[in-house]
């Protein structure tokens, strides 16, 4: 009888030391995800609120909530919530200065043992704040503010004619004149309409013949507009571009026999130099294609010089030399210089030579001694 008693009171304790280790919270939200939709950026900041209950059987406690970034806030149940009651997490959004989609997660870390890191995700589109005037006309010239001061057309072909057009307008009091005159050959522009009224917008239209500039590589061209401006009655406009030959019509027979420019090397490594030295190095290159190789341009970046090449067409098998010189007064420590080529090789039309090294600065001179 006395084992009967002994062996039902171990299993009473196992059983309540069973029941113990079963207590536990459980954090259930009725959603994970809220999608703001489409919200404007001018709205100001929006809210929403992630509601969740302890499905468990202990007491569940929101340890922290941390926001992926600086444009979320969140307020939560910061006290431990029983079992079956409920608790919330609100997340706020500001959407002022983030146009575009947006996806933003929210860890939050519990004492729920199957839970302990549960991601929320706020998510929607802002729709862009309409621009002020000075936003879409950020650059002030005189009484005229423009969307920009310059055409940029980026990588061209010379085969090419470019036409884009510059938005304008007139913040003076008094209409304003607008005119052009002294066109290069390759080059036109007008101005629509002619006399801009206070306030009023206009636009500036460019056409540009690439093939009439007869250049290659990165080329920079002035346009100047003249108005009645008290100001700034001269406006200067630039053009840029990077000019290319137009290889793409091409046919596989005339690949066979195009030019091709071979160097010795593409990189003179002078070690190191002493301030003030003057470095000198030959580039060395010839012909292995069929036709006449034609050395279009050779355009030295800042601090080095290059002088053409003894030969600028050669033919097939030739050998020509680039002689270039790179001045080091006021420089120091690493330096690397460029040497850019244009020719005619449809392959190789681009080739960029270095000079590279290490300048040691001059000794200080010794104070003399007292």
């Not at 995800?33 to 209950?53: L, Q, S």
Request: aromatic share 8%; with cysteine.
């Amino acid at each position: 009888m006395k084992k009967l008693l002994y062996l039902s009171f171990i299993i009473a304790l196992l059983g309540a030391g069973n029941i113990y280790a079963q207590k536990k919270a459980v954090i259930k939200f009725d959603k994970t995800v809220h999608d703001y939709g489409k919200i404007k950026e001018e709205a100001g900041k929006v809210k929403c609120r992630f509601t969740f209950t302890n499905t468990g059987n202990d007491t569940l406690k929101i340890i922290n909530v941390k926001p992926s970034c600086g444009c979320t806030a969140a307020e939560w149940t910061k006290t431990g919530v029983l079992p079956k009651k409920t608790g919330f997490i609100d997340a706020v959004f500001d959407p002022d200065h983030r146009p575009g989609p947006f996806d933003k997660g929210i860890a939050v870390t519990t004492n729920a043992p199957d839970n302990p890191m549960i991601n929320l995700v706020i998510k929607g589109e802002v729709l862009p704040k309409p621009k002020e005037m000075t936003d879409r006309y950020p650059v002030v010239v005189g009484n005229m503010r423009m969307e920009t001061s310059q055409f940029n057309f980026g990588n061209t072909k010379n085969t090419e004619i470019r036409t884009d057009t510059l938005n304008v307008i007139n913040v003076w009091s008094r209409p304003m004149t607008l005119s052009f005159k002294d066109f290069p050959p390759y080059l036109t522009a007008k101005a629509i309409p002619e006399t801009l009224k206070p306030n009023k917008e206009g636009i500036i239209i460019l056409d540009y013949d690439v093939a009439k500039r007869n250049e290659w590589g990165y080329v920079f061209d002035r346009l100047m507009l003249y108005t009645n401006d008290s100001l700034q009655p001269n406006k200067t406009i630039n053009i840029s571009q990077n000019i290319t030959e137009d290889f793409a019509n091409m046919t596989a027979e005339q690949m066979a026999v195009a030019p091709k420019i071979k160097w010795d090397n593409t990189t003179f490594d002078f070690g190191t130099a002493k301030q003030g030295d003057k470095v000198e190095c030959t580039f060395v290159f010839r012909n292995e294609g069929e036709n006449d190789l034609i050395i279009r341009k050779v355009k030295a970046s800042c601090g080095c010089t290059a002088t053409n090449p003894e030969k600028t067409v050669l033919k097939k098998g030739e050998e020509s030399k680039i002689n270039a010189t790179f001045n080091t007064a006021g420089k120091s420590g690493k330096q690397y210089k460029s040497i850019t080529i244009i020719s005619n090789d449809p392959v190789n039309s681009t080739t960029m030579l270095s000079i590279q090294g290490t300048l040691d600065q001059p000794a200080p001179a010794e104070t003399p001694q007292k």
